[in-house]
């Protein structure tokens, strides 16, 4: 069973005696790992449902796979840091049995059988897409949706976890919920796994939050909207591990690793929806819809810097031609580079 134990509505769980440790140990033994509390969104007051919230995507014509490279690179390229090379990663790979315990007894101890993530925790061979960004500002701001967040304060935080429907504060930062929940959509789970490092007070800091999104349901009478989060629970929200304990259970399940200042976000996608369950062909419409979306990106000239964009299936990398070699893109190319040298006032 995904659930273990009673249903959690709160209070917070224990904390772990390796509350400084930093990487997952060689073996790993139940309570050794921080755990997270489940904390499903009660209804009230003109709230929307899971379901609503998933229809959100509505019906595009673009495919689920190029909607989820193109949104979640441009949400990436949004947070660039200026004068920092951007990296951005998907890497497709099977979790290890070591990973999935810990998914069970650490990360979703309870509330998973409201979710599909129940169904998609007991397949042996679990796949996740983790996606990573490297020189971006990461998931920074308030972790409140609650309070008032000052005009010039950043609130990617809450805007990426908590907030459906709302309007970005920046131009091009996606909008009303249509690039938030595709990661949501691209999972059989309908969850997934936060890792952000994020400048907090002059201070770099781990966050590490997990949110799903299903049905609505009932426990006890009580109505729940269908929208689930795993973090540190409190009796009327979440907020997510941060510090030391967050990085310890992001290394224990991401492949990714930040250097000691580096900022960043990486996602989980748990269980993503795969062409015909193969993930070979998978890779090739990552690669293609790269191709298709990001091409701009990846022309470098002596004033724009290339995006450093990888893609790996089960650690290996699957190169990505450069857009100037494949026909047709080439001619698209040249006009960039055209363009780009006339607004430099190079005739």
């Known amino acids: 069973s995904a659930t273990t134990g009673s249903e959690r509505l709160g209070p917070r769980g224990s904390v772990s005696p390796a509350e400084h440790a930093v990487d997952m140990p060689t073996t790993y033994a139940p309570g050794l790992l921080p755990e997270l509390d489940w904390y499903p969104k009660p209804y009230g007051p003109g709230d929307i449902d899971g379901s609503g919230a998933l ?7 673009v495919d689920l796979t190029e909607l989820l490279v193109r949104e979640t690179a441009q949400n990436s390229w949004d947070a660039k840091l200026e004068y920092t ?35 998609s925790l007991t397949k042996v061979d679990l796949r996740v897409l983790e996606i990573s960004d490297h020189g971006t500002c990461g998931l920074n701001g308030p972790t409140r949706n609650d309070i008032h967040i000052p005009e010039g304060v950043p609130r990617n935080y809450v805007d990426l976890i908590l907030n459906v429907g709302a309007r970005p504060d920046r ?11 595709v990661a949501y959509t691209s999972s059989q789970a309908r969850t997934v796994v936060y890792w952000s490092r994020c400048w907090v007070d002059s201070v770099i800091e781990d966050r590490f ?21 795993w973090g540190r629970a409190t009796d009327d929200r979440v907020e997510p591990m941060a510090g030391n304990q967050a990085r310890t259970l992001a290394h224990a399940l991401f492949s990714s690793r930040y250097e000691a200042d580096e900022t960043g976000t990486s996602i989980l996608i748990i269980d993503p929806v795969l062409e015909q369950d193969d993930p070979a062909k998978y890779m090739i419409g990552l690669r293609n819809a790269i191709l298709t979306h990001l091409w701009p990106k990846l022309v470098e000239d002596p004033d724009h ?14 190169p990505i031609p450069d857009p100037n070699s494949v026909p047709v893109l080439s001619p698209f190319v040249e006009c960039l580079r055209a363009l780009r040298a006339k607004q430099q006032g190079d005739d």
């Open 305 to 318: 810097t290339r995006m450093q964009i990888e893609l790996k299936l089960e650690g290996e990398i699957h």
């Open 55 to 61: 229809n959100l995507l509505g019906a595009p014509s």
């Open 171 to 181: 131009l091009g930062a996606g909008t009303y919920g249509f690039g938030k929940t």
């Open 209 to 229: 939050v997990v949110s799903g999104i299903g049905e609505n349901f009932d426990i006890g009478g009580k109505r729940f909207t269908g929208r689930h989060w």
């Open 85 to 119: 090379a951007l990296r951005f990663g998907m890497h497709l790979r099977t979790l290890t049995e070591q990973q999935r315990d810990i998914m069970l007894r650490s990360v979703v101890r309870s509330g998973a059988d409201h979710l599909p993530l129940s169904d």
